[in-house]
């Protein structure tokens, strides 16, 4: 009997594990105050192209989110945030083994969805990217825990693990029930590589960013960002950044300090160029496939706040030297 028809009569014929909405609560604690949705909005923009059906897009949409969402439960652990969309992060209200177990739940309720579909392509896809998404949330951790800082290609890498994994999911579960056969890697990626730089830097220079979460709370998580990295490595005899990653302090004056020492250094200055690459990038794949007003529209939403910041140092002070020429 053919394996692929098995598979299909197989999701066919499973009975849905009912919710236990006492396990969800955590997972639906974090609900209460929705992001932006911008993966959904990546959804819907790739479907013009795609064309799937309401229905199949609907289910892919709750995939993304549920296994988005309970990734950001345990990045709240791993990372040791204290504010998520403006709240208090959810292991500090029900404790780290209740949101652990909450966030895996909630994982396997996806893959639940996925299976349902009955379709071993989208099978393949989700095992695939969960791996590469793991992956990447490691080697981030690793970095950090040993504190070695990463070349900017190894960091560029682990993106397209960490980041990229949802990314390319969201559109290869879309293509699993698609007749396009055109390949958006490319541009996914390149999407995935400006959603992640842009965040590392409004973290440390966006108001609205900081009322969200805390204070440049990539420098608390001794977190290797994109900024950070290229402050450190281009002063490597300046080891000022790395003894403030390696404290995680929760000091708002040295975190200043590290701050006003990145745009001496030129870092923000850097980034935005790097992320102005990446959109120019972006718009050229994007014009190659036949143009999206929707996409680019995507784009320039997300890159308004990137225009708009300024490092949240804010100015002078702080003893940090010119970058040299």
């Not at 095992?127 to 949330?137: T, Y």
């Not at 690793?142 to 190894?154: F, G, H, K, Q, S």
């Not at 056969?181 to 220079?205: G, H, K």
């Not at 995507?298 to 706040?305: G, K, S, T």
Request: some cysteine.
């Amino acid at each position: 009997r053919n394996p692929e028809r098995r598979l299909r009569d197989m999701a066919t014929s499973y009975t849905p594990h009912a919710r236990d909405q006492t396990l969800l609560e955590v997972y639906d604690y974090i609900n209460q105050v929705p992001g932006k949705d911008v993966r959904g909005r990546l959804i819907d923009a790739f479907n013009a192209w795609l064309r799937i059906p309401a229905d199949t897009i609907g289910v892919i949409k709750a995939i993304i989110t549920e296994l988005h969402n309970a990734s950001l439960l345990v990045d709240d652990i791993e990372d040791n945030s204290t504010l998520r969309r403006g709240i208090p992060v959810a292991h500090s209200i029900y404790g780290v083994p209740t949101t652990i177990n909450s966030a895996n739940y909630v994982y396997f309720l996806a893959l639940e969805r996925c299976h349902q579909l009955g379709n071993p392509a989208a099978m393949n896809i989700f095992v695939h990217e969960l791996l590469n998404l793991h992956r990447g949330q490691g080697q981030d951790i690793l970095w950090r825990d040993n504190l070695r800082c990463p070349t900017e290609e190894e960091y560029r890498r682990m993106v397209l693990d960490k980041t990229g994994g949802l990314f390319r999911l969201a559109v290869g579960l879309m293509q699993a029930f698609s007749a396009s056969e055109v390949d958006f890697t490319p541009l996914v990626n390149q999407l995935a590589l400006y959603f992640q730089i842009r965040d590392d830097l409004i973290n440390l220079s966006s108001d609205d960013y900081m009322a969200s979460k805390s204070y440049a709370e990539d420098l608390t998580e001794g977190k290797f960002s994109f900024p950070i990295i290229h402050c450190i490595t281009s002063r490597p005899s300046d080891s000022q950044l790395l003894h403030i990653l390696k404290k995680r302090t929760e000091s708002e004056p040295i975190k200043r300090y590290a701050v006003e020492h990145m745009q001496a250094c030129g870092s923000f200055d850097y980034t935005r160029a790097e992320l102005g690459r990446l959109k120019h990038e972006v718009l050229l794949e994007v014009e190659r496939l036949g143009g999206h007003e929707e996409l680019v529209s995507l784009l320039e939403y997300l890159d308004r706040q990137v225009r708009t910041s300024e490092p949240a140092g804010g100015g002078a002070g702080g003893g940090a030297q010119p970058a040299s020429p």
